[in-house]
Nanobody
Framework: QVQLVVESGGGLVQAGESLRLACAAS????????MAWYRQAPGKQREFVAA???????NYAPSVKGRFTISRDNAKNTVNLQMNSLKPEDAAVYYC?????????????WGQGTQVTVSS
């Protein structure tokens, strides 16, 4: 079992400003392969934002590439999302995600959401 807690982040900013989200994992953290961030805007499906593997490989959604940076501290079991040049369309509830891959498949764990609001 893995527990995820969004420690900081979320808030209201103006377009062009920055926010940093932080998520901490506890429990069977040694089993986490990938940590990621997703977001969900009102009336829309949850969408992928960024991911980072235990080895440090990263992947970004095209809409955030170049503006957002995901990082991971394996020693502290945390994953961060630095969001720069925020746009109104980035407004959403952001969720921390951890994927554990076992012989039987993958298990997704989710943290509580944190609201990001961007005013134009």
């Amino acid at each position: 079992q893995v527990q995820l807690v969004v420690e900081s982040g979320g808030g209201l900013v103006q377009a062009g400003e920055s926010l940093r989200l932080a998520c901490a994992a506890s429990g069977s953290v040694f089993s986490i392969n990938v940590m990621a961030w997703y977001r969900q805007a009102p009336g829309k499906q949850r969408e992928f934002v960024a991911a980072i593997t235990s080895g440090g490989n990263t992947n970004y959604a095209p809409s955030v590439k170049g503006r957002f940076t995901i990082s991971r501290d394996n020693a502290k079991n945390t994953v961060n999302l630095q969001m720069n040049s925020l746009k109104p369309e980035d407004a959403a509830v952001y969720y921390c995600n951890a994927i554990v891959t076992t012989g039987g498949g993958s298990i997704n764990y989710w943290g509580q959401g944190t609201q990001v609001t961007v005013s134009s």
